[in-house]
């Protein structure tokens, strides 16, 4: 489980999709190394070990600027977030537990699993549509860029562990 938020050298979060964070024990590495510098502390956490103690970093800010991606990995979350939390066929708003992905062309009929032939569709239209060809999504899929996504995401807000973590985010 993560417990400490990492920063790229610009005070910004290395990576929003997912949003980067570390384990105590990877930030306390870090720290150690003097791979980056501690800006908060978790209160009342302190880790020991047979001859040292540190209290448990919260946020850890890089000390050299590692570069950003550019590139998003094709999954399910994602084409959620793409598609704004709509079914692509009713236009509904669904749940992002319960949406289900959708091949546009199925792929009984040769259909394959990219971002320009899925999209998100609540089951009751995913079941109805099954593998018949002809329905049209109401956007057309496509493939996102990064920062797309991310604006995307930040419009949806975060539930972030820590307090300390909302000025970074």
Same mark, same amino acid.
Do not use: H, V
């Given at each position: 489980m993560a417990h400490t938020l990492l920063l790229n050298a610009d005070?910004?979060?290395v990576s929003m999709l997912p949003l980067s964070t570390l384990t105590w024990e990877d930030a306390v590495k870090y720290m150690v190394l003097e791979k980056a510098d501690v800006l908060y502390w978790h209160d009342n956490w302190i880790v020991h070990s047979a001859n040292w103690e540190t209290p448990v970093p919260s946020v850890i800010m890089l000390r050299e600027y590692m570069k950003a991606k550019s590139s998003v990995r094709f999954s399910r979350s994602n084409v959620y977030l793409r598609d704004?939390? /709509?079914c692509q066929y009713c236009g509904d708003e669904v749940?992002?537990?319960v949406s289900t992905l959708d091949h546009v062309h199925p792929i009984s /009929?040769?259909?394959k699993t990219t971002w320009e032939n899925c999209t998100t569709a609540c089951s009751p239209c995913n079941a109805t549509k099954s593998d018949k060809s002809g329905w049209k999504p109401r956007l057309k899929p496509y493939k996102p860029d990064y920062y797309d996504l991310v604006n995307k995401r930040k419009k949806e807000g975060f539930k972030l562990r820590f307090k300390e973590w909302e000025q970074f985010v």
């Open positions: 005070a910004s979060p704004g939390g /709509k749940e992002r537990k /009929k040769g259909g």
